[in-house]
């Protein structure tokens, strides 16, 4: 018996069918020209579309516009005039002791304004904690005198003093801040009730 391979044309014979059989299994297995005709396929590769780098934007001028405009929470308040403040009540001014009053009447003429606190005038020297000068243009409080005892906002019939804390001053740890100066009727009661006399009130023409 006989077994011609028809793709490299190799001629097996044998006299067992059965064994006829096997060497054709082992040749087809082995068979370099079938093993050669065998395609092996090509993975397909698909390729997707790259993705976009921006995102897609609605371009219509009322997203734009929304797009351009900050959001409640980004918006920066600019400060009043009113909220200035310069000077900061900590530092390395510690080595000052308590000044006895009275307020100079003339400090105007003899003091510079070094900077300003919610938008009050400072005048120097200055050099916190322990020293923190005149304070105020109309409704003014010398600082480094006052003792802290409230007589003045006590006293004060239109509420322009608030306390201030003002930590480490060795006259005081706070003090009577005229926030609302300007709401000033002029009445002298604050300066005609202050115990060491630190207190000087100016009439807007002075
Ligand atoms: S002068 Fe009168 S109104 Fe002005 S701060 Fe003093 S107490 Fe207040
Ligand atoms: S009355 Fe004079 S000492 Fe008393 S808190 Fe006012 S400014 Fe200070």
Redesign the pocket.
Known sequence: MEYICESCGTLLIHSNEVTLDSMKDVHNQLCSVKRQNIVTPVPQVTQRPAPSAQPSVSTTPQAQTALNSPSPQQSTATPSSGDQTTISLTGSGTSYSKVEGPIDPEFKSKRQVKGMYQGIKIWGPVDPPGQLGIWGT??TVDFDICVADGA?IE???????EWLDTPSHPASEKKPF?IR?K?????????NVCPPQC?K?FQKSQ
Do not use: G, S
């Open positions: 109309e409704v003045c006293a004060c019939p239109v509420n322009v003093f005229m100066e709401d000033c009727i002029f009445c002298m009661a604050c300066e207190v009130i």
